[in-house]
């Protein structure tokens, strides 16, 4: 869908931004640039919308050489999100939405209309935020209505430049998080520039991770953690990407345990026999349709009676393919040992941090195993 090949950018004065850079965006996917301030990521951005033009080398969108298409037909196609949302202060969220619309010819009430569902689609209540100012919003918001208004046209490609750089971490990820659910509807085909390893890992379908003008490895968010390829890569990823490795490892049903589980009406004198015959502490409360109630201890079943009168309510869970990373979130939170995983409201089985550990570890190996290509690439560079 977007295919660099051998593309270099000298500037005027000598600086080379990009140097014969070839790499491929397949349709649909997200790849995010990430590497550190002034390694040429916005440069390549930039080529792609020829906001910037290449010293050499062809960059194709569509299979269709972009030199030969007129820029301004070109960027219709491609939406553009900045950091800098750059919104008319005078125009409401509604009108920003539609500008594009209303200058590629629609009538002013349909370009409303799709405006209106636009928000709606990155979060924002039409009827609330739409006749608001952009002066009216928070920094999360007006980033919002940036990428509504760069989906107007449904342009098939969509260029990002640190999108959610200017607001606060926890905003931060609530706006990853609902891209990314957003991303699963749409399927854009994206370039998403980003300084941040984290958000680059979390985001993207494969990683670009940038040297000095250059892609010092081009693949998956597991591989790059995994088995980064040159030491440069090892050192900007870092060493707490075990860490960052939750980030991009789900859970599977194979991760669970199974451990006893209670019904809410059964009596508290068999379910204790149950746990006694398991050599289990506790159980698992289901309700009778199945659905998750909480926990008991089997020492508090010895007070009699029925299961319901005796369980402790545990409402946080995780959905089966959430990241580790989140079921992590929740054991903290709730100071627990464990954390139920649901599939739609079906209880699955509970994660807990021994089986934690065991899924990094596989995830580690399989990359280990399918990425010897980096492996090679490092022991050549330490041999140089
Ligand atoms: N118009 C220009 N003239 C000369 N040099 C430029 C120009 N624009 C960018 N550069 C240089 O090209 C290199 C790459 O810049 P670019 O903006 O692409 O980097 P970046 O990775 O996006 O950085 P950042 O994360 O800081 O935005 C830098 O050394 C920068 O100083």
């Known amino acids: 869908m977007i295919r660099f090949e051998q593309v270099t950018k000298r500037y005027p004065d000598g600086t080379t931004a990009v140097d014969g850079l070839s790499f491929e965006v397949a349709e649909g996917e997200l790849v995010t640039l990430v590497g550190p301030s002034g390694c040429g990521k916005t440069t390549t951005m930039m080529m792609v919308n020829r906001l910037i033009e290449p010293t050499s080398g062809r960059i194709f969108v569509n299979d269709e ?33 539609a500008t594009v619309l209303t200058l590629v010819g629609w009538k002013k009430a349909k370009a409303r209309a799709r405006a209106a569902e636009l928000l709606d689609l990155v979060g924002l209540d039409p009827a609330t935020y739409g006749p608001r100012y952009p002066d009216q919003l928070s920094g999360g918001q007006r980033q919002r209505v940036g990428v509504a208004r760069a989906l107007a046209a449904d342009p098939p490609v969509l260029l990002m430049d640190e999108p959610f750089g200017a607001v606060d971490p926890v905003v931060r990820e609530q706006l990853q998080d609902e891209f990314l659910r957003m991303q699963e509807a749409v399927r854009k085909t994206v370039l998403l520039v980003t300084h941040d390893i984290e958000e680059a890992v979390r985001l993207g379908d494969r990683i670009a991770v940038y040297g000095q003008g250059r892609i010092e490895q ?5 591989a790059v953690l995994g088995t980064p390829a040159t030491p440069y890569v090892a050192d900007f990823v870092g060493a707490d990407r075990g860490l960052k490795r939750l980030s991009v490892t789900t859970i599977e049903a194979d991760d669970l345990e199974q451990p006893p589980i209670a019904r809410l009406d059964e009596s508290a004198w068999r379910a204790a026999e149950r746990l006694r015959a398991e050599g289990a502490r506790w159980a698992v409360v289901l309700d009778a349709d199945g659905d998750l109630h909480g926990w008991v201890g089997r020492h508090e079943l010895g007070a009699g009676g029925r299961v319901r009168d005796l369980a402790h309510r545990m409402n946080s869970w995780v959905p089966v393919g959430a990241p580790l990373k ?8 709730h100071d627990a040992g464990w954390v139920a995983v649901l599939d739609g409201a079906r209880f699955l089985g509970v994660l807990t941090p021994a089986k934690l550990h065991e899924a990094l570890r596989r995830s580690v190996d399989a990359d280990a195993r399918g990425v010897s290509r980096g492996q090679v690439d490092f022991d050549s560079v330490a041999d140089a």
């Open 326 to 333: 989140q079921a992590f979130g929740v054991m903290l939170q």
């Open 218 to 222: 081009f693949d998956t968010p597991g």
């Open 65 to 97: 050489d972009i030199a030969a298409v007129d820029p301004v037909r070109l960027r219709r196609r491609i939406g553009y999100v900045i950091q800098q949302v750059g919104l008319f202060p005078h125009r409401t969220i509604l009108d920003n939405t």
